[in-house]
């Protein structure tokens, strides 16, 4: 597996560049394999970070939770954050993980 480029990552939605979380915990993944040791980020895990990063835009309605079909054709929530947000958390699990 390679990291995907900010380009196969981005999609535009209403003038906005962005990523959704669970692309997002694909490229955390992504690099916590390459860092020897580091545990395995699951998607549930991230939305409780994204929820606590970001509860003040959560609630003014500035990041968007929506839903996707997983492999088994339930719908499971997925939040839809923009490239500086994902920045952001990145940031925070590389700094939480030093």
Do not use: C, W
Not at 8 to 13: G, R
């Amino acid at each position: 597996m390679m990291a995907k480029t900010e380009n196969e990552l981005v999609a535009m939605k209403n003038g906005k560049m962005t990523v959704t979380s669970l692309e997002l915990a694909e490229q955390v993944n992504f690099f916590r394999e390459k860092l020897e040791g580091k545990a395995k980020l699951e998607h549930k895990d991230l939305l409780k970070i994204i929820r606590d990063e970001f509860a003040e835009e959560i609630s003014l309605g500035e990041i968007s939770l929506v839903n996707y079909k997983d492999k088994k054709s339930e719908r499971r929530p997925i939040f839809e954050l923009t490239t500086l947000q994902a920045k952001q958390l990145l940031a925070r699990d590389f700094m939480l993980r030093t």
